[in-house]
């Protein structure tokens, strides 16, 4: 079992830069695939971004793609999500999870852990 805390979140203004923290307690860090989802106002929780922390290799939502980048400190158990040129439509709750499957995905239901969120608003 793991447990995650994120932080980071904040008010900004359109095309600053904003780091989440996803720091990690629990198994072994590695051990699983980890992901961040947002759930901006109204809306349904979406897909951010995945990491394989075995392969390297991430995915990102096209809505996404070229600003945000994660990264992670394995030795601190702790996963990063880089947001840059923020938008007003990237203002929503953020969350990290873990998936213990072995492939990793961009579907909600495959994550079986959840941080409790953390809010990022964007002003324009």
């Known amino acids: 079992q793991v447990q995650l805390v994120e932080s980071g979140g904040g008010l900004v203004q359109a095309g600053d830069s904003l780091r989440l923290s996803c720091t990690a307690s629990g198994r072994t860090f590695r051990s699983y695939n980890m992901g961040w989802f947002r759930q901006p106002p109204g809306k349904e929780r979406e897909f951010v971004v995945a990491?394989?922390?075995?392969?390297?290799?991430?995915y990102y939502a096209d809505s996404v793609k070229g600003r945000f980048t994660i990264s992670g400190d394995i030795a601190k158990s702790t996963m990063y999500l880089h947001m840059n040129s923020l938008k007003p439509e990237d203002t929503a709750v953020y969350y990290c999870a873990a998936d213990s499957g072995g492939l990793v995905s961009r579907r909600i239901a495959e994550y079986d852990y959840w941080g409790q969120g953390t809010q990022v608003t964007v002003s324009s």
């Open positions: 990491i394989s922390w075995s392969s390297g290799h991430s």
